[in-house]
């Protein structure tokens, strides 16, 4: 396994992805998965500046990662995958990345959506992922740092 | 994940909000702690200080992290350093500093020191 984390975050690369999880597991690259950045030129080169000197950062559109992170999980270098959304990382898993966990570091508050722990709030959609993925044998655990607690998201949703 | 420790010396709640922000970004801490200077002469501060590091300090290779020299926490920090206390004393502490200090991997004490400052000294910049 290449890829060390896959994680959910509206902020993508930052500070506690970039401190927190980087120094502890120590990536040598971050790809994120979004429809929008990898088509933002300006965009990419603002997240590009918090990144350490040894890890670079790969935007790739969904289909690019679907057809691309076999190959990641097949190599030697670790790897972080990033993506906004939790659909985003959803349709990750629906076609055909092999997922065992998700951390969960932001969703923030939103429309319909209800806060869960002081970092992520659920609506109605994202529950239904989280019902989904975990049917499908993915955990889903909720964690900005990696001294914080894990939380599993179905279990916070039953309450 | 060290066996170094440090306490934030600053005015206000300068070191308090550094270190809230380093945990935010860091996680928690449990080798770090906040000394603000307020209504404190200069020996209250040093034994505040000093009480800090015995208390908690568990024979561990101790740093004091101040927010500018030649200030009164500066001062107190250096009598500190002066009595044989602390192995160091950083000044100009922020963010990328602290965060060196918790992560940094280094030899011995100075090549720590001098790796930290030389580290955390690049992320200061500005761009026109």
């Known amino acids: ?5 896959y994680r959910v975050d509206e902020r993508l690369i ?19 998965v979004d429809d929008e950045l990898a088509a933002d030129a300006l965009e990419q080169s603002i997240y590009r500046t918090g990144l350490p000197a040894d890890v670079r950062a790969d935007f790739w559109s969904v289909e690019e990662a679907v057809s691309r992170l076999p190959a990641v999980e097949e ?10 959304s939790l659909s985003t990382m959803s349709r990750l898993a629906h076609d055909g990345i092999v997922l065992r966990e998700i951390n969960v570091g932001g969703i923030h508050r939103g429309e ?7 970092y992520v709030s659920l609506g109605p959609e994202e529950q239904r992922l989280i019902d ?4 499908a044998g993915v955990r889903v655990v909720a964690r900005d740092v990696p001294t914080a ?9 039953r309450g | 994940m060290s066996e170094r420790c440090g306490v934030v010396v600053a005015h206000s709640r300068l070191a308090e909000g550094l270190l809230s922000a380093l945990e935010r ?8 702690w906040p000394v603000s200077n307020h209504g404190l002469g200069g020996d209250e501060l040093y034994e505040v200080i000093a009480g800090i590091l015995e208390e908690r300090g568990g024979g561990r290779d101790a740093y004091l992290l101040s927010d500018m020299d030649g200030g009164s926490c500066g001062q107190a920090c250096r009598r500190l350093l002066a009595d044989g206390r602390v192995r160091a004393v950083f000044f100009g502490v922020n963010l990328p500093l602290l965060v060196e200090f918790v992560f940094l991997q ?23």
């Not at chain 2, 970004?25 to 770090?32: D, F, R, Y």
């Open chain 1, 132 to 135: 989904e993925l975990e049917r």
């Open chain 2, 25 to 32: 970004v860091a996680g928690e801490q449990e080798n770090l």
């Open chain 1, 149 to 157: 607690p894990a939380v599993r998201l179905i279990e916070r949703e």
């Open chain 1, 14 to 32: 930052h500070g506690q992805v970039v401190v927190g999880w980087a120094r502890r597991l120590g990536p040598r690259r971050i790809i994120v």
């Open chain 1, 1 to 5: 396994m290449s890829v060390v984390l």
């Open chain 1, 75 to 84: 190599s030697d270098e670790p790897a972080f995958v990033l993506t906004a």
């Open chain 1, 112 to 118: 319909g959506r209800k806060r869960v722990l002081p």
């Open chain 2, 106 to 128: 280094a030899g011995s004490a100075e090549e720590f020191v001098k790796a930290t400052v030389e580290k955390s000294r690049k992320a200061l910049g500005a761009r026109p």
